[in-house]
């Protein structure tokens, strides 16, 4: 059964004596996924008065529904200033949404709706080149991609190409990378960290280096690379940058061999080559900004920079990777895809191009390359619908004299 979070109910104060004040009878409603939740109910009072006669209306977000499966109910309160709910029905995927009740000349209340992710399903890995999808029968249901053929369990064990490489890990970025001067080898980079210090795995070939200089407490952000709780930006073990509020740190192949970092402070964004030791500020980005990847910047007011120049506003969230193409005229290229509240967006940060990707439904989170992923669990690529329940996703481009992209997921089992 599922149990309902306790919570004392806060209505809103009327600006007027004759205004319906609106108040859920919790703030917090906890159910089960495939479950529902039952026993909902708001209030409306005027002056303080329950009062019968006014009509609610209750929406509902992130794929939960009311019983009949609409998102919406409207009903009229009773004698007791009272309007009963019907059942709430949770997805398949859990998570939180949001409850919305409104009516005429009120206030607008909310009330949080959540469901624990399930522990069932599977973690699989796509290629759009091949077509191939391949379930990694090992990793235990329930874990979170962290890229490709990686994902993080709930218990911290990370495993990689469907083997555990490591435990007691509370965060980790994985980045595929192809190096056609060293032997035309793949590797699969492993940036993590766990309560005994941050590492650096390579999923060909193994190797499991401790960044011994890095701070406890700091976060994996990308290649070899860690951001430290005091704002310390931390590359190979050595120290960059000070200050930092955010990074992002990429491989990228152009026959020679680079990380680029983008990455914030308080005044300023900038764009780190280790290979030629190079740092370009970003002077056109607004202090506060947050990097969202290769020399990508998302403002606090919704202004997405790329190549230091605005190229939206009103952005959610952002996802930019950079990718070279020796079989299209080796011409670089910075994929971002992007979401606003009119939908989801692709764009090529060296030339424009790309631009509304009008099957994403609207609330979706770009999850890499031309990928988004829909309140409801469908992922899209490329603007079609890929698979569905899907919980997590990390999209990645790669090359190795083919065009890839790699798509690592975790499903759950549909009600």
């Given at each position: ?119 069932t399903g599977g973690a699989y890995f796509y290629d759009w080149y091949s077509g191939s999808n391949s379930k990694l029968a090992n990793v235990p249901a329930g874990s979170t991609p962290v890229g490709q053929e990686a994902f993080l369990t709930n218990n911290g064990d990370l495993w990689v190409s469907n083997v555990r490489v490591a435990t007691g890990v509370s965060a980790a ?129 919704g202004d997405l920079y790329v190549g230091n120049k605005k190229v939206a506003s009103g952005v959610t969230a952002a996802v930019a990777q950079p990718y070279f193409d020796p079989n299209g005229g080796n011409v670089w290229h910075n994929y971002v895809a992007y979401t606003t509240s009119a939908g989801a967006f692709t764009y090529d940060g060296n030339g424009g191009g790309g ?61």
């Amino acid at each position: 059964m599922p149990a309902i979070a306790a919570a004392s109910i806060a209505p809103v104060a009327a600006a007027a004596s004759n205004v319906p004040v609106l108040a859920f009878d919790k703030t917090t409603y906890t159910g089960t996924a495939c479950s529902t939740i039952t026993g909902t109910y708001l209030t409306a009072t005027v002056g303080g008065v329950p009062t019968a006669g006014i009509s609610v209306t209750v929406a509902l977000s992130g794929s939960y529904t009311f019983t009949g499966g609409s998102t919406s109910y409207t009903g009229v309160t009773d004698s007791a200033g009272k309007v009963s709910l019907p059942a709430i029905t949770v997805p398949a995927t859990g998570g939180a949404a949001t409850a919305s009740a409104t009516a005429a000349s009120a206030t607008t209340v909310t009330a949080s709706v959540t469901a624990p992710v399930p522990s069932t399903g599977g973690a699989y890995f796509y290629d759009w080149y091949s077509g191939s999808n391949s379930k990694l029968a090992n990793v235990p249901a329930g874990s979170t991609p962290v890229g490709q053929e990686a994902f993080l369990t709930n218990n911290g064990d990370l495993w990689v190409s469907n083997v555990r490489v490591a435990t007691g890990v509370s965060a980790a970025v994985a980045q595929p990378y192809f190096d056609p001067n060293g032997g035309n080898v793949w590797h699969n980079y492993v940036t993590y960290v766990s309560s005994s210090g941050a590492y650096f795995y390579d999923g060909n070939g193994g190797g499991n280096s401790k960044q011994s200089n890095v701070p406890a407490g700091s976060k994996p952000v990308g290649q070899i690379t860690f951001l430290a709780p005091n704002g310390d930006l931390y590359l190979n073990n050595s120290r960059l940058a000070s200050n930092v509020t955010s990074a992002v740190a990429q491989p990228y192949y152009d026959y020679n061999w680079h990380t680029l970092i983008s990455y914030t402070t308080a005044s300023g964004a900038y764009v780190y080559d280790w290979y030629n030791g190079s740092t370009g500020t970003q002077t056109n980005v607004p202090g506060g900004s947050t990097a969202v990847g290769y020399a990508s910047f998302l403002a606090q007011n919704g202004d997405l920079y790329v190549g230091n120049k605005k190229v939206a506003s009103g952005v959610t969230a952002a996802v930019a990777q950079p990718y070279f193409d020796p079989n299209g005229g080796n011409v670089w290229h910075n994929y971002v895809a992007y979401t606003t509240s009119a939908g989801a967006f692709t764009y090529d940060g060296n030339g424009g191009g790309g631009g509304k990707q009008t099957n994403v439904p609207v609330g979706s989170t770009p999850v890499g390359q031309w990928s988004f992923l829909a309140p409801n669990g469908d992922l899209y690529l490329n603007n079609s619908k890929l698979t569905s329940n899907v919980t997590g996703a990390v999209v990645q481009p790669y090359y190795d004299y083919h065009w890839h992209t790699y798509i690592t997921y975790s499903t759950v089992v549909p009600c």
